[in-house]
């Protein structure tokens, strides 16, 4: 069973910066993919950013510029570096990894989540 664990959450104000890692471990199979994703109260689980093992990256257009996702494939962990947060940026962010399993099937993963809460 793979474990993934996101820390790094916290109240923040307006403007400040938090950094978000996380860990995948427990794995048999090689993650290939991994990502953040946040989820406000009542609303849609979204993609913020995501990296692959080649280092190619992915960031919603509301955080671009501000955000930045980088990977230690060697250690299957994750770092989510956010500046210049804004409110809008409020919400639970989680942890997703990918790996390929028997005859193609992905594989995700998810963590519990970590609170983000930014005030104005």
């Known amino acids: 069973q793979v474990q993934v664990v996101e820390s790094g959450g916290g109240l923040v104000q307006a403007g400040g910066s938090l950094r978000l890692s996380c860990v995948a471990s427990?794995?048999?199979?090689?993650?290939?993919?991994m990502g953040w994703y946040r989820q406000a109260p009542g609303k849609q689980r979204e993609l913020v950013a995501d990296?692959?093992?080649?280092?190619?990256?992915n960031y919603a257009d509301s955080v671009k510029g501000r955000f930045t996702i980088s990977r230690d494939n060697a250690k299957d962990t994750m770092r989510l570096q956010m500046n210049s947060l804004k409110p809008e940026d409020t919400a639970v962010y989680y942890c997703?990894?990918?790996?390929?399993?028997?005859?193609?099937?992905?594989?995700?993963?998810w963590g519990q989540g970590t609170q983000v809460t930014v005030s104005s």
């Open positions: 997703n990894a990918r790996s390929s399993g028997p005859l193609g099937i992905q594989i995700n993963d």
């Open positions: 427990g794995s048999i199979f090689s993650i290939n993919y």
């Open positions: 990296i692959t093992t080649g280092g190619g990256t």
